[in-house]
């Protein structure tokens, strides 16, 4: 029996260290609050912890479990067996509120929408093909403290680049929001940050920040950022036209991204700043002026370029399961 024991808390230890690499599926716990980047910060990004737990399966449940203030924990599973939620809709998600996704679900045609609300989070989610016509992929709008992990989101680029709208919009003011290990792929116009070019009265305090995130296969704004601070570390970018851009005041602190087959890695149209180190901008030039954010009000901890390269081609997506 001593023997057995020891042999197996051999073996579990081992497994932990061994069994799952960064980016092969990983458990996580509905319980986890954000641990990095701007959505840790004032008071931390708990979503619907200490609440109710629902699972959902079809549009209408999805949509009356993510509503109201109070905290809840919404499991996306979708239909056996396809897991899928199939719809032309935009839901919208309200305050104290986590929305997760089980491993293989996906939500077809139907987008997220974070509007007037503060802590909320969202994992592990797959979305794609939500038409222009409908709204964004996910949107964050007039809110703070949100932390948007592990997402999927993707369309296709059959279609002219405005058939789809964003992947990923973060405008109106938004504060404290974090997206890490994302997926973004196969779609024109990736990631808006900050409204319109004469919303500077409002957009002049988002902050935002991107770790260990994948963009894969865009066209532009990867994203697209206007007035605010970002800070933007650690992710990948491949084979896409334009990178970052920095516009119209906004300051970001770009550290240890790795950028491959990307035309314009780091460049301003009109206006913005960016603080850059540490980059691997894969033979292409960093345009954008050099600006002032330059350290992060947070701890953290940023991978060598090396390793971002597997740890995020690998991790990043609806890799989680809970
Ligand atoms: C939920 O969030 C709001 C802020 O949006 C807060 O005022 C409220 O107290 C929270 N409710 C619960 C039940 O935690
Ligand atoms: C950019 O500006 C910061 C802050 O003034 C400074 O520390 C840094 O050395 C500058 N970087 C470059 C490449 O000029």
Redesign the pocket.
Known sequence: MQWFLSFFSFAVAFQVVFAAPAGLERRASATDAADVGFATLNGGTTGGVG?TTTTVSTLAALTAAVKG???KIVIVSGKHPLRTITGNAVVSVG??TSVLGKKGSSLVGVGLRVKD???VIVRNIRVSKVLASTGDAIAVQKSSRVWLDHLDLSSDRDHDKDFYDGLLDITHGSTGVTVSWSKLHDHFKASLVGHSDNNKAEDTKITVTYANNHFVNLNSRLPSFRFGRGHIFNNLFQNSNDGINTRLGAQLLVENNVFARTKKPIFSTDGGFAVARGNDLGGATNTAPNGSFTSAPYSYTLSSVAQVKSAVAAGAGQTLSF
């Open positions: 609440g203030t109070s905290k305050s104290n609300a503060s802590n």
